[in-house]
């Protein structure tokens, strides 16, 4: 078969219809196989869905840090271009020299990431699937991209360096700087307000990847629902910029008084340099909020996808580990034998049984409201009420009442309080009677249950009524591996004839197409260290190249006699607005985007997450890693302060 999924779903559906062709109608062709690539193809559009909420982000924060970097060498290039120019040098020779630089960090970049790439391949899925025919494109278009980004990071500074080098162009920059054409217009406004109508129209609605007809191989992705969280993260980006640019300038006393702890009496100047060097201080918030949203909304959305699809998964087995029974032969009739099985943490038994809804057969669920969660979650999604304790609750204090689907609620118009007579096989007969029930809410969802029309009640209002106090299934909460203890239930029931166990994480796998079925492990693993690395680079790279920078200045404040705790205060306190001023703006704005995501999603998340799950433990890894990185800037810089001042100002 093709290895596109829905390449492969049209060759065999293609290929059946020959079958039928050729066979004239004298037989029919059960096609499983195109039947189980219809959910495939859907698996692999949610995998570039996710492949892309999650790469992008990173892949633009990875050009904003490289073009930071290399435009951090902008004094060393001017002043390499005055000298060079004394020297006859013209401005083709000056390109050419440069082009030399952005060729070999080019060419070493790209040589070390296919490195890098190759490793974490070979660790992943073995040797050769780098290679792979597949894969080639991609690589290609990757070192094409790196030395594109290499050549323009370089080449078009310098080239304008190389313009505006001379007296004349000089002249033209003495003055108050321009404000940038992106501020006039108030871009970082307008791609606000994008975010926000795009967010709401989808939010409205759920993120749904649109399939075709059945029947019809061509599927598509709404990609224009990945606008909101990028509007949002370049818009909060330049709203930082434009807020922080003007805090150092126009708010040099607040931030003066700020930093009066660290910078003493020298906390005025501190501020007056800080505003001088507004520009570079300015970038290195924003690249360190966006570091920093980048890392906490990929950890925050990864832990609430792995969480929800657990959930899923729980949802669809109904609990940790399921015993499906039956009438005949109920899973509970073993009970106590399975309670008291080594690894079990709660245990509840609930009835599996039918009811007729009208003329409707629908299933209906008994269960004990107060004690179900003891074996299985209860979501507060499951209800229309969206509190499951308080829909329990109510349950347990009414005999009769009865949860009904809200498929049924609309089919049959029903209101709450309203009677509600059911047919229900009594076991004394076998004959069906009707049972009188009430009607006390809406249910959307509940373990093993299916998707349109079920009810759930009372379990010893069915058993009275029936004559049966049998349950079909039993629900298993684990304390350690479900799937051993799950090979310990079978061996328990497996005298029961018809009798099935699962466990969560093989249903977990077979999950029918959906978002959740996609595993994420591998991404995310690749993705938080990824990210670590570029906060790490956010932080003290480029925090230690803009001090690195500005080396001259630090050599002429110790020349005037500059005490080394008095240069600390410069270096503290530009280190310390740095990484607070981008650190809180980019935890905040990492939040945002994740809640984006996942209520964007919501549509596809059965049931849809009640909140986000915060990996407390890696942004606390985070956080140590910002720390330690603008630790280390400083503390570099501060050992090359502590140099002669006349050998420094001659380098």
């Not at 270096?571 to 209520?599: K, N």
């Not at 990185?629 to 002669?644: D, E, H, I, N, Y």
Request: glycine share 10%.
């Amino acid at each position: 078969l093709p290895s596109d999924p829905g390449s492969a779903y049209t060759y065999v559906g293609e290929e059946a219809r020959n079958v039928e062709a050729r066979i004239a109608g004298s037989g029919i062709v059960g096609d499983n196989l195109a039947a189980r690539l219809g959910g495939v193809r859907q698996d692999a559009l949610y995998a570039r869905v996710l492949f892309l909420f999650l790469g992008l982000p990173g892949a633009i924060l990875a050009v904003l840090l490289t073009v930071a970097i290399s435009t951090s060498g902008a004094d060393r290039r001017r002043r390499e271009q005055g000298l060079l120019r004394i020297r006859g040098a013209s401005t083709s020779r000056l390109l050419r020299l440069e082009g030399i630089e952005a060729l070999i960090v080019g060419v070493g970049g790209v040589s070390t990431g296919l490195a890098l790439a190759l490793l974490t391949f070979t660790i992943r899925y073995g040797p050769g699937e780098l290679l792979s025919p597949d894969a080639l494109p991609w690589i290609v278009a990757a070192v094409l991209a790196g030395l594109l980004l290499s050549a323009s990071a370089v080449l078009v500074p310098a080239w304008i360096q190389a313009r505006h080098s001379t007296v004349q162009a000089a002249r033209l920059t003495v003055g108050r700087q321009q404000t940038p054409l992106w501020q006039k217009i108030y871009l970082d406004i307008i791609l606000l307000v994008i975010s926000a109508i795009v967010f709401w129209q989808t939010a409205s609605t759920g993120y749904q990847i649109v399939l075709a007809p059945e029947g019809v191989a061509q599927t598509s992705v709404s990609y224009e629902t990945f606008i909101a969280p990028i509007c949002l993260w370049l818009g909060v980006g330049l709203l930082a910029m434009r807020l922080w640019g003007e805090t150092l300038g126009r708010g040099r006393r607040a931030v003066a008084f700020s930093l009066r702890g660290i910078a003493k009496g020298l906390s005025g100047v501190v501020a007056a340099a800080l505003g001088r060097q507004r520009g570079l201080i300015v970038r290195g918030i924003v690249l360190v909020a966006l570091a920093f949203s980048f890392a906490v909304s990929t950890a925050v959305f990864n832990t609430t996808y792995n969480a929800q699809s657990r959930i899923d998964a729980e949802l669809t087995n109904g609990a940790d580990v399921t015993v499906t029974g039956s009438t005949a032969a109920p899973a509970s009739s073993k009970l106590s034998e399975l309670q008291v099985l080594p690894g079990v943490a709660g245990i509840q038994a609930m009835q599996h049984r039918f009811a007729y809804v009208g003329n409707d057969l629908q299933d209906i669920y008994g269960i004990d409201p107060l004690h179900i969660g003891q074996a299985t979650d209860i979501s507060n999604a499951y209800f229309g009420s969206h509190s499951a304790a308080a829909t329990m609750a109510d349950l347990a204090s009414r005999e009769d009442g009865i949860l009904v689907s809200q498929e049924t609620v609309k089919d049959y118009q029903l209101n709450p309080g309203d009677q509600l007579k059911l047919r229900l096989q009594n076991a004394s007969d076998h004959q069906y009677h009707v049972v009188t029930f009430h009607f006390l809410g809406v249910v959307r969802e509940f373990p093993t249950a299916p998707h349109d029309s079920f009810l759930v009640a009372n379990a010893s209002y069915i058993a009275q009524q029936t004559a049966s106090g049998a349950s079909e299934i039993v629900l298993i909460r684990a304390t350690g591996d479900p799937a051993a203890l799950a090979g310990r239930v079978r061996s328990v029931v497996s005298a029961l004839p018809g009798v099935s166990v699962s466990d969560i994480g093989s249903t977990q796998q077979t999950i029918s197409s959906s978002l959740t079925a996609v595993d994420l492990h591998g991404l995310t693993n690749l993705e938080l260290a990824f990210s670590i690395l570029l906060l790490a680079g956010a932080t003290g790279l480029v925090l230690a190249l803009g001090l690195a920078e500005r080396k001259r200045t630090f050599a002429i404040l110790a020349a005037l006699g500059a005490k080394p705790n008095q240069m600390g205060a410069f270096l503290w306190s530009e280190g310390l607005v740095i990484l607070l001023g981008g650190g809180l703006t980019g935890v905040l704005l990492g939040f945002a985007v994740a809640q984006m995501l996942v209520t964007v999603l919501t549509g596809v998340f059965d049931p849809p997450p009640e909140a986000l799950s915060v990996p407390w433990d890696y942004l606390a890894l985070l956080t140590t890693v910002a720390v330690a990185s603008t630790v280390l800037a400083v503390l570099g810089m501060q050992a090359l302060t502590r140099r002669k001042a006349l050998e420094s100002l001659r380098d």
